[in-house]
T-cell receptor, first 111, second 113 residues
Framework: EAQVTQNPRYLITVTGKKLTVTCSQN?????MSWYRQDPGLGLRQIYY???????DKGDVPEGYKVSRKEKRNFPLILESPSPNQTSLYFC??????????FGPGTRLTVT | GESVGLHLPTLSVQEGDNSIINCAYS??????FIWYKQESGKGPQFIID?????DKRQGQRVTVLLNKTVKHLSLQIAATQPGDSAVYFC????????????FGTGTLLAVQP
C-alpha cells in the first residue's frame, strides 16, 4: 500500500530536549516536505527536499532542521524545542506532478 | 503576498443535499489547484485537482469549478453523506523547485442526519 508514515504520532516533551520526528514514504517520490498545522493558520511549509541531499527552507523554518540521506526518509529535527513549536506536524511526499500524499500527522506538545 | 482563502469557515448541510465550498486565490499566475479533505485525526487526503486550462472537472460525487476571471474555485459535493463531514482545503500549487502547496485555512463541513 502506498503510504507516508510518521513516528511518533503523539509526543509530549520539555523545552530544550532535542527530538526527532521520522517520516518515510514507499512511493519512490523525489519531493518530500514538512508542514505544521495551527488553528487559524492552516498548513505552512517548514522545509522541503527535492531529492537526496537537497533540502531548502519553507515558510517557517526557524527552530527546525531536516536531512535527506535516503530517498524514502525525511526526518524533522528540533534541536531545542520551545513551546511555540507545539503543533500538529505533517510530512508529505510527491512526484513532480504536484499531488502530495500526507502522513497521518504527529501531535507535538512542548511544555 | 499570495493567499488562498475560503469564504465560509463552517458549512452545515442536511444529509442528501448538495454542498458547495468556495475558495478564492490571489495569484493570477497559479496554474494548478488541489482540493483536500481532512478528517479528524488524519492527514489531508486528495479529493480532486484542476489545472488552469480547465473550467470544470468531475470526479465521483465531486465537481470542481474554476473561474479564472475572478480567481475563484469551488468544490461541489453531490448527495452529501455523513462520511463527508470533514475540513476541506483548497491548495494552490507552486511547482518548480519547491513543489509547494499554499493552503487556505479550511472549511468545516458538518453533515446533519
Amino acid at each position: 500500500e502506498a503510504q507516508v508514515t510518521q513516528n511518533p504520532r503523539y509526543l509530549i516533551t520539555v523545552t530544550g530536549k532535542k527530538l526527532t520526528v521520522t517520516c518515510s514514504q514507499n512511493m519512490n517520490h523525489e519531493y518530500m516536505s514538512w508542514y505544521r498545522q495551527d488553528p487559524g493558520l492552516g498548513l505552512r511549509q517548514i522545509y522541503y527536499s527535492m531529492n537526496v541531499e537537497v533540502t531548502d527552507k519553507g515558510d517557517v523554518p526557524e527552530g527546525y532542521k531536516v536531512s535527506r540521506k535516503e530517498k524514502r526518509n525525511f526526518p524533522l529535527i528540533l534541536e531545542s524545542p520551545s513551546p511555540n513549536q507545539t503543533s500538529l506536524y505533517f510530512c508529505a511526499s510527491s512526484s513532480r506532478t504536484g499531488r502530495q500524499y500526507f502522513g497521518p500527522g504527529t501531535r507535538l506538545t512542548v511544555t | 503576498g499570495e493567499s488562498v482563502g475560503l469564504h465560509l469557515p463552517t458549512l452545515s448541510v442536511q444529509e442528501g443535499d448538495n454542498s458547495i465550498i468556495n475558495c478564492a486565490y490571489s495569484n493570477s499566475a497559479s496554474d494548478y489547484f488541489i482540493w483536500y479533505k481532512q478528517e479528524s485525526g488524519k492527514g489531508p487526503q486528495f479529493i480532486i485537482d484542476i489545472r488552469s486550462n480547465m473550467d470544470k472537472r468531475q470526479g465521483q460525487r465531486v465537481t470542481v469549478l474554476l473561474n479564472k476571471t475572478v480567481k475563484h474555485l469551488s468544490l461541489q459535493i453531490a448527495a452529501t453523506q455523513p462520511g463527508d463531514s470533514a475540513v476541506y482545503f483548497c491548495a494552490d500549487f507552486y511547482g518548480g523547485a519547491t513543489n509547494k502547496l499554499i493552503f487556505g485555512t479550511g472549511t468545516l463541513l458538518a453533515v446533519q442526519p
